[in-house]
């Protein structure tokens, strides 16, 4: 059974000219994840060490064993929306024995041939799962743009809404949102001046470097990421005592894995116009596997992330290398370039994750999508919006069933 999953040499690039197109992608994906990989892991109430130890082994295992040569894999914004109330009740400690339990469930849904079924999730569905996970993600920046300790609560709209209250009664700090400004305009503006490059200079690398470059410069108070250790995360064993309670919250993990996984790797076809699609089963086995070893070496549950995927694609990637070679890369700046990391501005993370949620968004795509029949549009809308003030996973439930109702009404087989 588990041979079946194994990688095979025809999967990896063997010209010259192929290792060198996985490699110059690895790199250009690697410098795009790394704000990401720090961003998410301190917007889910980890640390900056865990958000990249996750992008470099989960990284690295689900490229490995995963069932897309295009997809990337690590932390995301959609995961972090589950694990904030858990860390927040549990603290980090319960990770370990959590990414195990869901780990363990996304390996048993590739066992019984699942990833088939997960993945015929309506269009109409994903994309308002896109657009809610995209909201979201913007409003677990309000802390960091604000500096300021975020508000109670473990919905994303009810959190917001009190870190702004918090901060209107502290006086706003101006420097903060000045920060968080400057790094969009920098991320919006460069690719302008980027057209004449001979090569390829991610936006968002480049408003990190110049921001934290001016606030070292000037002295500018702000709050940055702080001290990561020049590791990839050390053994933590799985303590299984609040087994109860972290079975909901793992089951939601497992199935969140899945679905954005899937998503992913379903939408990297698409881009690459692949004759042969990726293996769904054997993905999930790569997304478990990955989810495992990230969780108990200090970092979390992980999944394949469409934006990085995306870029590994554009990049023109051609074989699961290029996605390995990003994990590498990663794990060259951690061991060597930790200490220069530690000063990035929080504030500016913040600002790069709100222009990633733009491009997530994709308020012109969005707009077409409202414009096809009214049933999509309809599953579109309530999908997003159920994401965003209940949860994603009964977010996507309420999509699909909401879609089988329209189709069904449709078809004339209900009675209006």
Same mark, same amino acid.
């Given at each position: 059974?588990?041979?079946? @999953?194994?990688?095979?040499?025809?999967?990896?690039?063997?010209?010259?000219?192929?290792?060198?197109?996985?490699?110059?992608?690895?790199?250009?994906?690697?410098?795009?994840?790394?704000?990401?990989?720090?961003?998410?892991?301190?917007?889910?109430?980890?640390?900056?060490?865990?958000?990249?130890?996750?992008?470099?082994?989960?990284?690295?295992?689900?490229?490995?064993?995963?069932?897309?040569?295009?997809?990337?894999?690590?932390?995301?914004?959609?995961?972090?929306?589950?694990?904030?109330?858990?860390?927040?009740?549990?603290?980090?400690?319960?990770?370990? #024995?959590?990414?195990?339990?869901? !780990?363990?469930?996304?390996?048993?849904?590739?066992?019984?041939?699942?990833?088939?079924?997960?993945?015929?999730?309506?269009?109409?569905? +994903?994309?308002? @799962?896109?657009?809610?996970? !995209? $909201?979201?993600?913007?409003?677990?920046?309000?802390?960091?743009?604000?500096?300021?300790?975020?508000?109670?609560? *473990?919905?994303?709209?009810?959190?917001?809404?009190?870190?702004?209250?918090?901060?209107? *009664?502290?006086?706003?700090?101006?420097?903060?949102?000045?920060?968080?400004?400057?790094?969009?305009?920098?991320?919006?503006? @460069?690719?302008?001046?980027?057209?004449?490059?001979?090569?390829?200079?991610? !936006?968002?690398?480049?408003?990190?470097?110049?921001?934290?470059?001016?606030?070292?410069?000037?002295?500018?108070? +702000?709050?940055?990421?702080?001290?990561?250790? &020049?590791?990839?995360?050390?053994?933590?064993?799985?303590?299984?005592? *609040?087994?109860?309670?972290?079975?909901?919250?793992?089951?939601?993990?497992?199935?969140?894995?899945?679905?954005?996984?899937?998503?992913?790797?379903?939408?990297?076809?698409?881009?690459?116009?692949?004759?042969?699609?990726?293996?769904?089963?054997?993905?999930?086995?790569?997304?478990?596997?990955?989810? $495992?070893?990230?969780?108990?070496?200090?970092?979390?549950?992980?999944?394949?992330?469409?934006? &990085?995927?995306?870029?590994?694609? &554009?990049?023109?990637?051609?074989?699961?290398?290029?996605?390995?070679?990003?994990?590498?890369?990663?794990?060259?700046?951690?061991?060597?370039?930790?200490?220069?990391?530690?000063?990035?501005?929080?504030? #500016?993370?913040?600002?790069?994750?709100?222009?990633?949620?733009?491009?997530?968004?994709?308020?012109?795509?969005?707009?077409?999508?409202?414009?096809?029949?009214?049933?999509? !549009?309809?599953?579109?809308?309530?999908?997003?919006?159920?994401?965003?003030?209940?949860?994603?996973?009964?977010?996507? #439930?309420?999509?699909?069933?909401?879609?089988?109702?329209?189709?069904?009404?449709?078809?004339?087989?209900?009675?209006?």
């Amino acid at each position: 059974m588990f041979f079946s @999953f194994w990688p095979h040499l025809n999967e990896f690039s063997r010209t010259r000219k192929d290792l060198t197109s996985d490699l110059i992608a690895g790199i250009t994906v690697a410098i795009v994840a790394l704000p990401l990989a720090i961003g998410f892991g301190i917007t889910s109430g980890m640390s900056a060490a865990a958000g990249l130890t996750t992008a470099i082994i989960a990284g690295f295992l689900a490229a490995l064993f995963g069932g897309s040569k295009f997809q990337v894999s690590g932390p995301t914004g959609a995961m972090t929306v589950i694990l904030i109330p858990v860390i927040q009740k549990y603290g980090p400690e319960a990770i370990p #024995a959590l990414g195990v339990m869901a !780990a363990v469930m996304v390996v048993l849904m590739a066992i019984f041939k699942l990833g088939a079924i997960i993945n015929r999730v309506p269009w109409a569905v +994903v994309e308002g @799962f896109t657009v809610g996970i !995209a $909201l979201v993600i913007s409003l677990q920046q309000i802390p960091l743009a604000l500096g300021i300790v975020k508000g109670e609560g *473990d919905k994303s709209l009810p959190v917001a809404w009190h870190t702004i209250q918090n901060a209107l *009664d502290a006086g706003l700090n101006t420097t903060s949102l000045l920060v968080v400004a400057s790094t969009l305009i920098i991320k919006f503006n @460069f690719p302008r001046f980027a057209k004449s490059l001979p090569f390829h200079i991610p !936006a968002s690398f480049v408003s990190l470097l110049i921001i934290s470059l001016l606030v070292k410069i000037f002295s500018i108070d +702000v709050v940055t990421i702080g001290a990561i250790p &020049r590791s990839i995360g050390t053994y933590q064993t799985p303590t299984f005592s *609040d087994f109860n309670n972290l079975l909901v919250p793992a089951l939601w993990i497992a199935l969140l894995a899945a679905v954005e996984s899937l998503l992913s790797a379903r939408v990297a076809d698409g881009m690459a116009k692949e004759e042969k699609h990726f293996e769904p089963n054997r993905e999930l086995f790569g997304q478990g596997v990955a989810t $495992l070893a990230a969780s108990v070496m200090g970092g979390m549950p992980a999944t394949g992330a469409i934006a &990085r995927t995306s870029v590994n694609v &554009r990049s023109h990637a051609k074989s699961r290398l290029a996605s390995i070679f990003h994990a590498l890369v990663l794990l060259l700046i951690a061991l060597i370039a930790a200490p220069l990391v530690s000063y990035i501005p929080t504030a #500016a993370i913040a600002g790069v994750l709100l222009g990633t949620s733009y491009r997530i968004l994709n308020p012109s795509s969005i707009m077409e999508s409202l414009r096809t029949t009214k049933p999509e !549009a309809a599953t579109l809308l309530v999908t997003a919006v159920s994401v965003l003030a209940i949860d994603l996973i009964w977010g996507m #439930a309420i999509g699909i069933a909401l879609h089988l109702i329209l189709g069904r009404i449709k078809v004339g087989t209900w009675k209006a």
